[in-house]
């Protein structure tokens, strides 16, 4: 299986600022993907990350709120932009492996104020 | 929208009884997996089950999964109290993009008492 760090682990934020999550993979893949995980809710897909070309978003997501990099293919970013008490959740990244299985990172917990 | 629903939402079961999760989905599915999650926490991956098979097994785990009625089942046996955690089931399919995706099922929480 794929080992995935994210930094950061959790963070608390003010409203109107924007925060940048890192995905770290140790092995390379070709697609990463971005879920937000909301309290006490499941996960929801925000953006399909591919290196080199642009990010594919979900229904409800814009690459201006969530813009993502994905500069090679062991790493990627997500930034979450222009924040609200709305957007406190946790974000995860994740990688196919193994042909079918998908893995998770940690995950960063956000709290917005 | 969510692709899959769970049910039961929760479930408190006593030390050393089984536990059954049941997971529907709507579309066509690759393949169907299980994860579960502790409070907080990353998801830690369970089982993936082929759209071609119809059970599995892994350890005290066991997953079914009935295309004709788009359902699959977690059976956790002999349960433990570091078995408590919400359980998800995630579906892989192709969208209207063309391309795959995974889609989460709303969860079982899952409490077993010791």
């Known amino acids: 299986s794929a080992v995935i760090s994210q930094k950061p682990s959790r963070d608390i934020c003010q409203r109107g600022t924007s925060l940048t999550i890192q995905c770290q993979v140790d092995?390379?893949?070709?697609?990463m993907f971005w879920y937000r995980q909301q309290p006490g809710q499941s996960l929801t897909l925000i953006a399909t990350?591919?290196?080199?070309?642009?990010?594919?978003?979900e229904s409800g997501f814009v690459i201006d709120k969530f813009p993502i990099s994905r500069p090679n293919l062991t790493f990627s970013t997500l930034t979450v932009s222009n924040m609200s008490p709305e957007d406190s959740s946790i974000y995860l990244c994740s990688v196919d492996a193994r042909g079918s299985e998908q893995y998770f990172g940690p995950g960063t917990r956000l709290t917005v104020t | 929208s969510q692709q899959g629903e769970e049910d039961p939402q929760a479930l408190s079961i006593q030390e050393g009884e089984n536990a059954t999760m049941n997971c529907s989905y709507k579309t066509s599915i690759n393949n169907l997996q299980w994860y579960r999650q502790n409070s907080g926490r990353g998801l830690v991956h369970l089982i993936l089950i082929r759209s071609n098979e119809r059970e599995k097994h892994s350890g005290r785990l066991r997953v079914t999964l009935d295309t004709s009625k788009k359902s699959s089942s977690l059976l956790i046996t002999a349960s433990r109290a570091a078995d408590t955690a919400s359980y998800f089931c995630?579906?892989?399919?192709?969208?209207?993009?063309?391309?795959?995706?995974?889609?989460f099922g709303t969860g079982t929480k899952l409490q077993v008492i010791p």
């Open positions: 995630a579906t892989r399919g192709m969208n209207s993009g063309g391309y795959q995706k995974v889609t």
């Open positions: 990350a591919n290196q080199g070309s642009e990010a594919t978003y």
């Open positions: 092995s390379q893949v070709t697609m």
